[in-house]
């Protein structure tokens, strides 16, 4: 799954204004090994200066996007929606959440200022769910608030609360099917994300569970680059 033509399209025009740059896939499209993927015509030593960095950024990006892909194919048919996280390559965080937008992925938080997760750590720093979640809802009301729990326990308090969503954190896919049976007794309105320890083998089944959402750290974190090369044709 091929992600970042426009960046490595960036880095040619960068140096040489006057090359010509021409993307025979286009992002968000799948390609076999062997296939050629761009053209650029313009001088050689600008073509040569660019050629790492360009496929330095083709070959991060497309082994995102194609990790990602890999994700969404295995949920197909499921209501569920795979989410990115924040654990990203500093600096590279607006281009690797492209990248599994390419995949078929959705973006959860791009930071700190566009959405609230309360984790484990607000809980214990705060004294509590309730004293984690009363708290944010006195300093803020127009951002969306969600919450980590672990258990079953957890889980049955903070659905009580005024939250957007609640994450299940780690939690046994047994406990992932009885949280949905209570959402849903409940009529609750609130958003179920599962993460935590996701990968191709369980993905699936922790999609028939009826949670919303399940969020994958690995596919920025962990994503494989995909080989790639520049040939000089004259």
């Not at 191709?200 to 399940?214: F, P, S």
Request: proline share 3%.
């Amino acid at each position: 799954m091929l992600a970042g033509g426009s960046v490595a399209n960036a880095v040619f025009k960068t140096i040489s204004p006057e090359s010509k740059f021409v993307q025979r896939v286009k992002d968000g499209e799948t390609f076999k090994k062997g296939a050629t993927l761009f053209e650029i015509h313009g001088p050689i030593h600008a073509i040569l200066k660019c050629e790492r960095t360009a496929l330095n950024f083709l070959q991060r990006l497309s082994g995102i996007a194609t990790l990602t892909y890999k994700f969404v194919n295995k949920v197909k048919g499921t209501k569920v929606k795979i989410l990115d996280t924040r654990k990203t390559t500093p600096g590279l965080r607006e281009l690797e959440k492209y990248a599994v937008r390419c995949g078929g992925g959705y973006n959860h938080r791009f930071g700190l200022w566009d959405m609230i997760l309360i984790k484990d750590n607000h809980i214990r720093a705060a004294g509590g769910i309730k004293e984690a979640i009363s708290k944010i809802k006195n300093q803020i009301s127009k951002i969306k608030v969600e919450i980590e729990v672990k258990n079953l326990s957890e889980f049955k308090e903070a659905i009580t609360y005024p939250v957007d969503m609640i994450m299940l954190d780690n939690m046994p896919i047994k406990e992932m099917r009885e949280a949905v049976k209570l959402a849903k007794k409940r009529k609750s309105k609130i958003e179920l994300e599962a993460s935590g320890g996701i990968n191709l083998n369980n993905v699936r089944e922790i999609a028939k569970t009826g949670v919303d959402y399940i969020s994958v750290g690995k596919i920025t974190r962990s994503a494989p680059s995909i080989d790639m090369s520049l040939e000089i044709v004259k």
